[in-house]
């Protein structure tokens, strides 16, 4: 078997996800736009060309290795019904208002816009490292997309492509320290132009600076705590997800930890700012499915 891995590294891929558990590419399917039709073209041109067995399923995905028989239908169907099923009695939270496969939305922080004077005519490329600064930007300045985009992660990425924008680079490494330097030899020499929160927990803009890039930074958001009147009280054993520092400081002050709890963390960098009780599982990927689907491995 082939590694898939290496393969479509060149491919630079934001809408489809390899997953190794089921070899398979899923797609997002929040999305709907010419780019996933793209992806689709440059992933099975890149299987048939090692031929790679594989075929596309009702929801877009490509399954890879398997004969799309009317067995196999049926059998992928009650497996799907099964974990459905299962899953969906799982006591897994996302701690925003995004919606997530299998995960209860459970509200702690929010996002305030910060509307920041930028001139992007003298700028090289922008960077992402978070869909909020993305979003925020958008709601008031739409000049930002005439710019290459550098994006930490898919997730990212994927909305800066929706609204239109030309996605350059996303990172292979998807952690924020590790991505600066990714980012050294690609922009050496460069003035570019780092779009983030009021808080950051990576060295990126002083490894770019330090390193040959020149980086300014510009604020357009700020995470501020929900106001919950009444103390948080989860079910025991809930899987609990936590996708930035901002959600740990916010859960903690609205609920009381239970040790039965389990906590996952969307990377390494939001990890060092969980408390000394409490040691979470990291995700795979900086992405909330990649989250989801930690905390259904450890609710088996």
Known sequence: MKNIEKLIEPLNLIYYEYEKSSNSFILDR?????????????????????????????????????????????????SSF??????????????NDKKVKWAKNLPVIKIETIKTEINFS???????????????????????KTKPIYAIAPQ????????GA???????????????????????????LY??????????????NTSGVLCDEAIVYQTVCVDIKKKIKLPKNSVIIFSSPSTIECFLKNAL????????SIGHTTKKYFPPNIIPYVSETTSLDSCVKKAIELSR
Not at 54 to 66: G, I, Q, R, T, W
Not at 82 to 95: A, D, K, P
Not at 170 to 185: I, Q, R, T, W
């Open 30 to 78: 929040t999305y709907s736009n010419d780019h996933i039709f793209e992806e689709l073209i440059k992933i099975t041109y890149l299987l048939s060309k090692h031929n790679i067995n594989f075929f596309v399923d009702e929801k877009k995905s490509l399954v890879l290795n398997a004969k799309d028989n009317v067995f196999s239908k049926i059998k992928r169907y009650i």
């Open 82 to 95: 099964v974990e459905n099923i299962r899953n969906s009695t799982l006591n897994i939270y996302v701690l």
């Open 122 to 144: 003298k700028y090289d490329a922008i960077i992402f490292t978070s869909k909020n600064a993305i979003l925020s930007l958008n709601s008031y300045n739409k000049s930002w």
């Open 156 to 163: 990212t990425a994927k909305v800066a492509s929706n609204l």
């Open 166 to 192: 030309k996605i350059k680079f996303v990172s292979k490494e998807k952690h924020g320290n590790e991505f600066a330097d990714e980012l050294v030899p690609l922009l050496k020499n460069k003035k570019v």
């Open 195 to 208: 779009i983030r929160g009021s808080k950051v927990v990576s060295n990126l803009v002083n490894t770019l």
């Open 257 to 264: 930890w239970d040790e039965s709890y389990k906590a996952v």
